[in-house]
């Protein structure tokens, strides 16, 4: 019943005129056949390729039929064959062709396997096809536990920094340029913007808690004498002391917008531009003063010395003292068994001595004159007149090496690798006027302080005394070093501040009031403290280090921040002496090399200074 449906609707659907290419007068059922099989083959055309043997015999079928009916129907076969013309001649994919029956229509049967056949053909077609296949990606939530088992975690920990373990390649981080210079304006942009912050935020109703001093003056006054009688907190009833705190008796943020009104005076509108009503910034007046005043620029440290000497058979002895600088402008440097001299006027070297059967272990020169002090490894002490260049005398009573010499005038102190500390007037003719005893191993460090007649040493056991004047009991001993303390100096700024650094295992610098005994600040500076000098030109600080970076390191007293760090030693910087005018400072090391840096003057001093050593003053 559905193919006969199928075949009446295909009937009455065909059209009743001409079909194109045939002639008129043609009876109707001839129009139905040409038009039926016009159909039929457009019908073929859309079959499929998947029937091919039903399709070859099908086209045989039709092509028998209509060499049949050529003689009958003329004008049905030239419209089939223009008809075929017309059309591709393999057909379309999914149709079927069709076989006329008796009566000369479409086989229903055949249609109706045509027409399932186009339906499945583009349903299939429009099923998208899989996507291909890929790699899911992982997602990570916020509580992402790793999963540990069959880890083992102390061969990991043990791999974790090792050479050639299976660790993924890290990216080399990007080296960032970043000097002294560099940190001293990050340090003062800092500065800056936390003081304008606050002054933003909470004007002058907040006291500012100034930071603790550095000054060798403590004070004994009360503290709560000097505080606001606002800020004061009122006793407890009762007489009881209580922990609980206070409420301020005033609010520390205001939540209320200030009220503004346009400033009045008694002959009308206030017209000062300064008036912050007035004003287009958004900061007060009184920040604005404060960032538009000129900047201090942070002095700049050359970081390669301006002259470099060698200084063969120069002793890698952390206990020794072998560079001094005399008020002479005259260099005096220990190597081996002789003792030279580098005239900084004339640039020239001279050879002041050579110890027969003996060392030099230290060298000093007397603070105004042109006599220097020599200890021996043998422990001996000799004086010798650098300008004469002969020896005045030698002086005994040491029974192991000296390492250390500090002048006091015309008092000499030696001290030795026998613990003890002799005291020697050079202008009678005793050995000695003094023994100091209480370390209790080498003595490495000596200094006085011509101001206050007080002498610091320091020893190989961790210990700092400081004696007063000829005194033979210390006036303070100072135990919080925890390595040999070499370095020692005395500040010509603050009265009475004392500076010591620490050997390997303490790499501190301390700072001492020797007026009152007590400490004032400490700094860590990552590695062995060698040496420590005072600028004579400005409050800072010089000082060289050890194991492990065998730097220079100029610091700001009493902030201790780095002005500048200086590097070239490829050893242990030991030794370190102050040009007479404070500007250039040299330093030796167990390279066998003495570095000259322009740390603390604004240029290298041209001027010519008289030395007795050179030969154009001796002519007349």
């Given at each position: 019943?559905?193919?006969?449906?199928?075949?009446?609707?295909?009937?009455?659907?065909?059209?009743?005129?001409?079909?194109?290419?045939?002639?008129?007068?043609?009876?109707?059922?001839?129009?139905a056949?040409?038009?039926?099989?016009?159909?039929?083959?457009?019908?073929?055309?859309?079959?499929?390729?998947?029937?091919?043997?039903h399709?070859?015999?099908?086209?045989?079928?039709?092509?028998?039929?209509?060499?049949?009916?050529?003689?009958?129907?003329?004008?049905?076969?030239?419209?089939?064959?223009?008809?075929?013309?017309?059309?591709?001649?393999?057909?379309p994919?999914?149709?079927?062709?069709?076989?006329?029956?008796?009566?000369?229509?479409?086989?229903?049967?055949?249609?109706?396997?045509?027409l399932?056949?186009?339906?499945?053909?583009?349903?299939?077609?429009?099923?998208?096809?899989?996507?291909?296949?890929?790699?899911?990606?992982?997602?990570?939530?916020?509580?992402?536990?790793?999963?540990?088992?069959?880890?083992?975690?102390?061969?990991?920990?043990?791999?974790?920094?090792?050479?050639?373990?299976?660790?993924?390649?890290t990216?080399?981080?990007?080296?960032?340029?970043?000097?002294?210079?560099?940190?001293?304006?990050?340090?003062?942009?800092?500065?800056?913007?936390?003081?304008?912050?606050?002054?933003?935020?909470?004007?002058?109703?907040?006291?500012?808690?100034?930071?603790?001093?550095?000054?060798?003056?403590?004070?004994?006054?009360?503290?709560?004498?000097?505080?606001?009688?606002?800020?004061?907190?009122?006793?407890?009833?009762?007489?009881?002391?209580?922990?609980?705190p206070?409420?301020?008796?005033?609010?520390?943020?205001s939540?209320?917008s200030?009220?503004?009104?346009?400033?009045?005076?008694?002959?009308?509108?206030?017209?000062?531009?300064?008036?912050?009503?007035?004003?287009?910034?958004?900061?007060?007046?009184?920040?604005?003063?404060?960032?538009?005043?000129?900047?201090?620029?942070p002095?700049?440290?050359?970081?390669?010395?301006?002259?470099v000497?060698?200084?063969p058979?120069?002793?890698?002895?952390?206990?020794?003292?072998?560079?001094?600088?005399?008020?002479?402008?005259?260099?005096?440097?220990?190597?081996?068994?002789?003792?030279?001299?580098?005239?900084?006027?004339?640039?020239?070297?001279?050879?002041?001595?050579?110890?027969?059967?003996?060392?030099?272990?230290?060298?000093?020169?007397?603070?105004?004159?042109?006599?220097?002090?020599?200890?021996?490894?043998?422990g001996?002490?000799?004086?010798?007149?650098?300008?004469?260049?002969?020896?005045?005398?030698?002086?005994?009573?040491?029974?192991?090496?000296?390492?250390?010499?500090?002048?006091?005038?015309?008092?000499?102190?030696?001290?030795?690798?026998?613990?003890?500390?002799?005291?020697?007037?050079?202008?009678?003719?005793?050995?000695f006027?003094?023994?100091?005893t209480?370390?209790?191993?080498?003595?490495?460090?000596?200094?006085?302080?011509?101001?206050?007649?007080?002498?610091?040493?320091?020893?190989?056991?961790?210990?700092?005394?400081?004696?007063?004047?000829?005194?033979?009991?210390?006036?303070?001993?100072?135990?919080?070093?925890?390595?040999?303390?070499?370095?020692?100096?005395?500040?010509?700024?603050?009265h009475?501040?004392?500076?010591?650094?620490?050997?390997?295992?303490?790499?501190?610098?301390?700072?001492?009031?020797?007026?009152?005994?007590?400490?004032?600040?400490?700094?860590?500076?990552?590695?062995?403290?060698?040496?420590?000098?005072?600028?004579?030109?400005?409050?800072?600080?010089?000082?060289?280090?050890?194991?492990?970076?065998?730097?220079?390191?100029v610091?700001?007293?009493?902030?201790?921040?780095?002005?500048?760090?200086?590097?070239?030693?490829?050893?242990?910087?030991?030794?370190?002496?102050?040009?007479p005018?404070?500007?250039?400072?040299?330093?030796?090391?167990?390279?066998?090399?003495?570095?000259?840096?322009?740390?603390?003057?604004?240029?290298?001093?041209?001027?010519?200074?008289?030395?007795?050593?050179?030969?154009?003053?001796?002519?007349?």
């Amino acid at each position: 019943m559905r193919g006969s449906e199928l075949d009446s609707k295909l009937r009455s659907a065909a059209p009743t005129g001409d079909s194109a290419g045939g002639g008129g007068g043609a009876p109707v059922n001839g129009r139905a056949r040409t038009r039926s099989a016009a159909a039929a083959a457009s019908s073929n055309s859309a079959s499929t390729n998947s029937n091919t043997n039903h399709q070859n015999n099908n086209s045989n079928t039709n092509s028998g039929s209509s060499n049949n009916n050529n003689t009958a129907h003329n004008r049905n076969s030239n419209t089939n064959s223009n008809s075929a013309n017309a059309r591709p001649k393999t057909p379309p994919r999914g149709m079927s062709p069709m076989r006329r029956n008796g009566t000369g229509g479409p086989d229903p049967d055949l249609l109706r396997q045509a027409l399932h056949d186009t339906v499945d053909v583009m349903a299939s077609a429009t099923t998208p096809a899989p996507s291909p296949s890929r790699k899911r990606q992982r997602i990570y939530q916020d509580r992402f536990i790793p999963n540990r088992d069959g880890v083992d975690l102390q061969a990991s920990y043990s791999l974790l920094h090792a050479d050639g373990s299976p660790s993924s390649p890290t990216k080399p981080k990007k080296k960032v340029v970043s000097g002294e210079l560099q940190q001293q304006k990050a340090q003062e942009a800092n500065r800056t913007f936390s003081t304008l912050l606050r002054a933003e935020l909470f004007h002058d109703t907040v006291p500012q808690a100034s930071p603790p001093s550095l000054s060798t003056r403590i004070s004994h006054h009360n503290s709560s004498e000097h505080l606001p009688p606002k800020a004061r907190t009122p006793p407890p009833s009762g007489g009881q002391s209580s922990a609980t705190p206070s409420t301020p008796s005033k609010n520390l943020f205001s939540y209320m917008s200030p009220k503004t009104r346009t400033p009045h005076s008694h002959r009308g509108p206030n017209m000062d531009t300064r008036a912050e009503i007035y004003s287009l910034s958004p900061v007060r007046f009184d920040s604005q003063r404060m960032l538009l005043s000129p900047r201090k620029q942070p002095r700049t440290v050359s970081k390669t010395p301006y002259k470099v000497l060698d200084a063969p058979e120069l002793a890698d002895d952390f206990y020794l003292n072998l560079v001094d600088w005399g008020s002479m402008n005259i260099l005096g440097v220990g190597l081996g068994s002789s003792v030279y001299m580098w005239d900084a006027n004339t640039l020239k070297v001279i050879k002041l001595c050579d110890l027969v059967d003996d060392t030099v272990t230290s060298v000093s020169w007397i603070q105004k004159g042109s006599h220097v002090a020599i200890g021996t490894n043998k422990g001996y002490v000799q004086i010798w007149d650098a300008e004469q260049r002969r020896r005045l005398r030698t002086m005994t009573g040491h029974t192991a090496r000296v390492g250390a010499l500090a002048w006091n005038d015309h008092i000499l102190t030696s001290g030795s690798r026998d613990r003890a500390i002799y005291h020697r007037d050079v202008r009678t003719p005793d050995q000695f006027i003094a023994k100091l005893t209480g370390h209790k191993q080498e003595v490495c460090g000596l200094k006085w302080n011509p101001d206050d007649g007080q002498l610091a040493s320091g020893g190989n056991d961790n210990k700092l005394f400081v004696w007063d004047k000829l005194n033979t009991t210390p006036l303070y001993k100072f135990s919080e070093h925890t390595a040999a303390v070499k370095a020692i100096a005395w500040s010509p700024h603050q009265h009475g501040t004392l500076a010591s650094g620490g050997g390997t295992a303490d790499r501190r610098i301390k700072f001492w009031n020797t007026l009152t005994g007590q400490q004032i600040n400490e700094i860590d500076t990552g590695s062995q403290v060698c040496n420590l000098a005072w600028s004579k030109n400005s409050n800072e600080i010089v000082s060289t280090h050890g194991f492990s970076e065998n730097q220079i390191v100029v610091w700001k007293y009493p902030s201790m921040t780095q002005v500048a760090s200086l590097t070239g030693h490829t050893c242990r910087v030991l030794y370190l002496a102050m040009s007479p005018n404070g500007e250039v400072i040299v330093t030796g090391a167990g390279d066998e090399t003495l570095r000259f840096w322009n740390c603390f003057g604004r240029g290298r001093d041209e001027r010519r200074l008289s030395s007795p050593l050179d030969p154009f003053t001796l002519i007349r």
